[in-house]
């Protein structure tokens, strides 16, 4: 089935889908978009009927561009990979907040997490926390 | 009829047909008792609205200036998995 695609001033449907692009602009205050998205979460907030479902496959494409984007805030001169292969510690002060994001995200009643199980991203990040992966990288 | 799986995790995972049955919803605190072999689900209270959904906005910090950093250069390469020690795999 074809996804439906609307404006974010279009009426709101009962059920809609946040890819990871919308949900890193959304959280990620210096992304271009962030306005646009924090405009639509606002919207949001105030809408009951509305349930915004989010896969646990964008989880970890948000949460893996989140640590690159955190990276390349304090290595700005390096690629995300010579500074992750050199020390695959570099990533653990970025994973509380992004711990925080996924527990919030996952007691949300507005905000439902679908596809694999929705513990799978804690668990992950349980790895990513004693062992530097990358958020995939515990799946695999 | 489910079958139980075991978690590191302080959560109660349940079908989602089975929960709608109970009346539950993600985000409620269940105490679980045990009489003979007759479990019970005690709802003890029901998680509020955790507040507005922009106040996910608050939790990732950055020092750069508000809109300033394309997100979209980021996000455009496909497979980062690490496999046999290639960083660079591409399916």
């Known amino acids: 089935m074809a996804a439906l695609i609307f404006d974010f001033n279009a009426p709101l449907p009962r059920r809609l889908y ?3 692009s919308f949900l890193v602009h959304a959280v990620y205050p ?4 962030h306005r646009e998205c924090y405009d639509f979460l606002d919207r949001l907030s105030d809408v009951g009927e509305t349930l915004s479902c989010v896969s646990t496959l964008a989880l970890d494409e948000a949460v893996f561009a989140l640590i690159q984007l955190k990276v390349a805030e304090d290595y700005s001169e390096r690629e995300f990979w010579d500074v992750y292969h050199e020390n695959p510690q570099v990533i653990q002060p970025y994973l509380g ?3 925080a994001l996924v527990d919030r995200l996952s007691i949300d009643p507005r905000i439902q997490v679908v596809g694999t199980a929705p513990e799978s991203m804690s668990v992950a990040l349980d790895y990513m926390g004693s ?6 990288d515990p799946c695999t | 009829m489910v079958t139980v799986r075991f978690s590191k995790r302080e959560y109660l995972i349940l079908p989602e047909s089975l929960g709608r049955t109970l009346g539950l919803r993600e985000g409620d605190r269940v105490e679980v008792q045990r009489q003979d072999n007759t479990l019970q689900l005690r709802r003890r209270d029901v998680v509020r609205s955790p507040g507005p959904l922009t106040d996910l906005s608050r939790i990732v910090s950055s020092s750069r200036p508000v809109g300033s950093v394309d997100v979209e250069r980021f996000m455009d390469e496909h497979g980062y998995e690490q496999i046999h020690g290639r960083s660079d795999f591409r399916l």
């Open chain 1, 18 to 20: 946040w890819d990871a």
């Open chain 1, 30 to 33: 210096a992304g271009r978009y």
């Open chain 1, 97 to 99: 907040e992004l711990r």
């Open chain 1, 131 to 136: 062992y530097s992966l990358l958020p995939r």
